[in-house]
T-cell receptor, first 113, second 113 residues
Framework: DAGITQSPRHKVTETGTPVTLRCHQT?????MYWYRQDPGHGLRLIHY???????DKGEVSDGYSVSRSKTEDFLLTLESATSSQTSVYFC????????????FGQGTRLTVV | DQQVKQNSPSLSVQEGRISILNCDYT??????FLWYKKYPAEGPTFLIS?????DKNEDGRFTVFLNKSAKHLSLHIVPSQPGDSAVYFC????????????FGTGTSLTVIP
C-alpha cells in the first residue's frame, strides 16, 4: 500500500469556520491531489500540486485553497466552511510519469453544520 | 460537463457469472484509462488500466476493453465473486493536462452469492 495518511479522518465543523485537512505521503511522489466525492458526481478534482509550492486549480476549486511547503505534505483549507462543502475528501499521489495510476488515501469525512 | 460517464449507477450479478461495467468519455485527447474499486469507508484502489494504443488489457479475472472510435471502455470481471461487490469508478487522463485524472460517477456492483 502506498504510504498516504489523511488527517483527520472525520470532522464536524460549523458553517463559517476555517478547516484544514492534511495529506502526508512517504513515497516522495511529485504529484499530489485533493478530490471530493459526492453522490451522483463521482470524484472531482479540487486542486493539485506538481511540486513544492507549485499548485493549480481543478474543476471545483472555489472556496478551497491549498499549500505544499514540503514534498510530503499537501494541505487543503476551507477558509469559511459552507454546508455545500460537506463531503468525503480524498488525497491522491502519483510519481508524475506518463501513464501511471494514482494512489489514494483513506479519506476524510467532513460535515459542515 | 462530465467528461467521463458511467450511465449505470448499479449492477447486480450472480456469483460465477460475468460482470460488465461500462464507461463512456467525450474528450478525444484522453490517452490513458483506469478502473478503480472502492469499498465503503475506504479510499479507491487501482484495479487495471489501459493505454490508448491498446484495445484490451487483461489481469487475472479482470479485463478492460477500449473502443476509441466509440469513446467507450468496459470492465469485464469473470467469474464474479461476492468480494467484488464494491463501487467501480472509471477514470481517464490526458498527458497534456498535467497528470489530471477525470472520474466517472461510479457503478455499484453487487455480486449475489
Amino acid at each position: 500500500d502506498a504510504g498516504i495518511t489523511q488527517s483527520p479522518r472525520h470532522k464536524v465543523t460549523e458553517t463559517g469556520t476555517p478547516v484544514t485537512l492534511r495529506c502526508h505521503q512517504t513515497e516522495n511522489h511529485r504529484y499530489m491531489y485533493w478530490y471530493r466525492q459526492d453522490p451522483g458526481h463521482g470524484l472531482r478534482l479540487i486542486h493539485y500540486s506538481y511540486g513544492v509550492k507549485d499548485t493549480d486549480k481543478g474543476e471545483v476549486s472555489d472556496g478551497y485553497s491549498v499549500s505544499r511547503s514540503k514534498t510530503e505534505d499537501f494541505l487543503l483549507t476551507l477558509e469559511s466552511a459552507t454546508s455545500s462543502q460537506t463531503s468525503v475528501y480524498f488525497c491522491a499521489i502519483t510519481p508524475g510519469q506518463l501513464n501511471t495510476e494514482a494512489f489514494f488515501g483513506q479519506g476524510t469525512r467532513l460535515t459542515v453544520v | 460537463d462530465q467528461q467521463v460517464k458511467q450511465n449505470s449507477p448499479s449492477l447486480s450479478v450472480q456469483e460465477g457469472r460475468i460482470s460488465i461495467l461500462n464507461c463512456d468519455y467525450t474528450n478525444s485527447m484522453f490517452d490513458y484509462f483506469l478502473w478503480y474499486k472502492k469499498y465503503p469507508a475506504e479510499g479507491p484502489t487501482f484495479l487495471i488500466s489501459i493505454s490508448s494504443i491498446k484495445d484490451k488489457n487483461e489481469d487475472g479475472r479482470f479485463t478492460v476493453f477500449l473502443n476509441k472510435s466509440a469513446k467507450h471502455l468496459s470492465l469485464h470481471i469473470v467469474p464474479s465473486q461476492p468480494g467484488d461487490s464494491a463501487v467501480y469508478f472509471c477514470a481517464a487522463s490526458d498527458d497534456n493536462t498535467g497528470n489530471q485524472f477525470y472520474f466517472g460517477t461510479g457503478t455499484s456492483l453487487t455480486v449475489i452469492p
